[in-house]
C-alpha cells in the first residue's frame, strides 16, 4: 500500500513466521526511486530495532509496539530521508541560441539548454508550471516553451526548452531549471527582448514643389526596416519602405492634407509600435495678417506684420521669404524687394503722390501665398496707422 507519511505502522502479524521483509519505495512525479529493505521479526515481547545507513541516505527504525496480551502484535517503521550527502546536481544550464552575448530581438528563435547527472531535469515555464523530462519523454509544448531531451548517457541527461518566435509578452520572463522538485534548487535565467521602438524625433522638411524629406531618430538593435505609410485628405495612398531612419516621398499635389505614420519592421519581419500620426498641408503660405505702418521721415516709413498658419494648427511649408512692392495711385512700382523678416523699410517716398499701396506676398518652396495690401501716405510729419 501507499502512505504518503515517512512513518507506517502494519498490523496482523504472527510470532510464528520467523520474520517479514518490508521494502520501502520512493515516488516521484518523474518515476520509481530505488527500494530499501529491512527485515522484521516478531516477539511475545516489545523490541526495538535500528537499521544501518543505507547507501541511499535512508535510516530506518522498526519498534514493535504491540503488546504481550493482544492478539496479533503490530509493528511501526519510521523512515528520515536525508539529503546532505547528496551530489546530485545541474551541471550546465545557458541561453544556447542566440549566444548569451547576442541581442534577442522579437521574432527570433530562442534555445534553453539544461544538462543534469541524476538521469531527469526539471523545467519550470515563465507561468510558473514545472515539469519533468526523463530519457523516454518524448518533446512536449507546455505554454510557449517545446521542452526536449537532446542527450542522454548514463545519468546525464540534457534537454533544451525551445521558444520558436519570443514575444513582447515574454520579455523579463525566467526560465528555470533544475534537478529536484524542490524550489530552491531550481536555476533561473531571463528572456530579454529587444524589439523596435517608436520613432521619434519626426521632421518633415520640403525639398521642392512637390516632394518631402521625412526623418526620424536612428535607432539600434533590432529593426531591419522601416514602411512610411501615406494618406492624402484621409484616404490611404501608399507605402514606402526604407531601410535607413529617413525618406523622401514625391508626387505631392498642392492643396492636399498628407497625413504619415512611421512603422519599424524587426529582423524577423514583426511591426513594432508606430510612431505619432505626422500631418502636414502642401500648400502655399497663408496671408500675412495685422500689418501696421509708421512714418519715420518725410520720405520713409516701416511696415510690420505677423504671419499665419491659416490652415489652424496643421503645418504647412514654412514661408521663406516676403516680396515686398510699392505702388503709386497710378499703379506704377516704384519699389520692389525681398525680405526674410516681418517688417521693412521704405525710403524714397513723396508727400506729393496721396497714397502708396504696398503689397506684401509670401513664398515657400511651394509657390506664392496671397498677398495682403496696405495703403500708406506721407506727410511733413511722422505718423503711424495700423490696418
Known amino acids: 500500500y501507499n502512505v504518503t507519511d515517512t512513518n507506517t505502522t502494519i498490523t496482523g502479524l504472527s510470532p510464528i513466521n520467523e520474520y517479514y521483509t518490508v521494502t520501502i519505495i520512493p515516488v516521484n512525479v518523474i518515476g520509481y526511486g530505488p527500494s530499501v529493505t529491512v527485515n522484521v521479526s516478531i516477539t511475545t515481547t516489545t523490541s526495538s530495532i535500528t537499521n544501518i545507513m543505507m547507501s541511499t541516505t535512508e535510516y530506518i527504525t522498526t519498534q514493535d509496539k504491540s503488546s504481550a496480551m493482544t492478539a496479533l502484535p503490530t509493528i511501526t517503521i519510521t523512515m528520515t530521508e536525508t539529503i546532505s550527502s547528496c551530489t546530485d546536481t545541474v551541471v550546465f544550464f545557458q541561453q544556447t541560441e542566440p549566444n548569451a552575448s547576442t541581442v534577442l530581438c522579437l521574432g527570433d528563435r530562442v534555445e534553453f ?44 541527461i540534457t534537454s533544451t526548452a525551445t521558444i520558436e518566435s519570443v514575444t513582447t509578452s515574454l520579455n523579463g520572463a525566467t526560465i528555470g531549471c533544475s534537478d529536484a522538485l524542490v524550489l530552491e534548487n531550481f536555476i533561473y535565467l531571463p528572456i530579454n527582448v529587444t ?15 512637390s516632394a518631402l524629406f521625412i526623418q526620424w531618430a536612428e535607432q539600434q538593435d533590432c529593426t531591419a526596416h522601416y514602411n512610411i505609410t501615406m494618406t492624402s485628405n ?8 526604407v531601410n535607413t531612419s529617413s525618406g523622401t516621398i514625391g508626387s505631392l499635389i498642392i492643396g492636399t492634407n498628407y497625413s504619415f505614420i512611421i512603422i519599424p ?3 524577423s519581419g ?14 502655399v503660405p497663408a496671408q500675412v495678417v495685422n500689418i501696421s505702418w509708421y512714418q519715420i521721415s518725410t520720405d520713409s516709413v516701416t511696415i510690420w506684420w505677423n504671419k499665419t498658419q491659416g490652415y489652424s494648427t496643421i503645418p504647412v511649408p514654412p514661408t521663406q521669404y516676403y516680396i515686398i512692392n510699392v505702388y503709386t495711385t497710378s499703379n506704377s512700382i ?9 517688417n521693412v523699410t521704405i525710403t524714397g517716398l513723396s508727400p506729393i503722390n496721396e497714397y502708396y499701396t504696398v503689397t506684401i506676398i509670401p513664398v515657400n518652396v511651394i509657390g506664392y501665398g496671397p498677398s495682403a495690401t496696405v495703403n500708406v501716405s506721407i506727410t511733413t510729419s511722422s505718423s503711424s496707422v495700423s490696418s
Open 270 to 283: 514583426l511591426g513594432g509600435p508606430p510612431s505619432s500620426l505626422i500631418q502636414y498641408i502642401w500648400n
Open 113 to 156: 539548454t539544461c544538462e543534469t547527472d541524476i538521469g531527469s531535469v526539471i523545467w519550470q515555464t515563465d507561468d510558473g508550471r514545472i515539469t519533468a523530462l526523463s530519457s523516454l519523454t518524448v518533446p512536449s509544448q507546455i505554454d510557449s516553451l517545446l521542452l526536449a531531451v537532446s542527450h542522454f548517457n548514463g545519468s546525464m
Open 334 to 342: 516704384i519699389y520692389t524687394n525681398n525680405t526674410n523678416n516681418t
Open 195 to 209: 524589439g523596435p521602438v517608436v520613432p521619434v524625433n519626426v521632421t518633415v522638411k520640403p525639398i521642392n514643389n
Open 234 to 241: 484621409s484616404t490611404y495612398t501608399e507605402s514606402n519602405t
Open 265 to 267: 519592421v524587426s529582423t
